[in-house]
């Protein structure tokens, strides 16, 4: 029984969250017009979902955001790995890596519709190059953290250097590449549905959000938010999946 409940203990925070959004709307603690109340939300939810007006824009920020996500972690880990190996290059570039991570993705979007123009391509850059620069810093600093004492001691058994890389600092690296894929995958979709909101967007989670919004469709526009949530959950549940099947010596 106590395992059971253990078990059962992730779902407090979300049981809560719905009984004092049901118990607000049905105490009129909340105005109506601003905050709608739960049953609202998912009636309109439900509407969206089988007029397939969420599900097109579904489709369209998933296809975005993954593609995105994939560039980056393409371009990232490599990167991530190549200056994280040489003290030499990772002192003379870690100023850089940390300046650009600095910058606000979504600030440069407007550099990115200057260079790609107004389509998905400037949506899709401005997601790869948020993400990209995380999963670099996670993989410089996993490779960098790697145990002194494993490598001296691979090296004292004349394992060559490639060898050491792959047996001993990509493995002790992989953990840190996983967390930093986590934490740019919502990025990603963070990325991509705020420029969304923007020129150039015939459909999107983002567009429809704003879309609502502009016409005051409150509702709508806290089901559009909902689905949004729910698809970042989902993102991230199979990420952590994934890691504990492929990672499972990272501490999970």
Avoid at 24 to 31: F, P
Avoid at 106 to 119: N, S, V, Y
């Amino acid at each position: 029984m106590r395992t059971l409940l253990n078990k059962l203990t992730w779902l407090i925070g979300p049981a809560a969250l719905i009984l004092v959004w049901l118990l607000a709307g049905w105490l009129n603690l909340i105005n109506p017009l601003f905050i709608p109340t739960l049953p609202k939300v998912l009636s309109s939810l439900r509407e969206m979902i089988v007029s397939r007006i969420l599900l097109t824009d579904l489709a369209n920020t998933a296809w975005r955001t993954l593609f995105g996500f994939l560039i980056a972690a393409l371009i990232g880990i490599p990167i991530g790995l190549a200056l994280g190996s040489s003290r030499k290059v990772y002192e003379a570039t870690s100023v850089l890596v940390d300046f650009f991570r600095s910058v606000p993705g979504t600030a440069l979007f407007p550099l990115f519709l200057l260079f790609f123009g107004i389509g998905d391509e400037a949506k899709i850059a401005n997601a790869v190059f948020a993400c990209a620069l995380i999963i670099i810093v996670n993989a410089m600093y996993g490779v960098k953290n790697t145990n002194r004492t494993r490598i001296l001691a691979a090296q004292t058994m004349g394992a060559s250097p490639s060898r050491i890389f792959l047996r001993v600092v990509l493995p002790n690296a992989l953990p840190e590449i996983a967390g930093g894929l986590r934490i740019a995958v919502s990025i990603a979709l963070v990325v991509i549905v705020v420029t969304e909101m923007f020129v150039g967007t015939a459909s999107g989670l983002g567009k429809r959000i704003f879309q609502t919004y502009q016409l005051f469709q409150i509702p709508e526009m806290f089901a559009a938010i909902l689905l949004t949530g729910l698809f970042g959950y989902s993102l991230n549940l199979i990420l952590i999946f994934s890691e504990r099947r492929i990672v499972h010596w990272g501490g999970h």
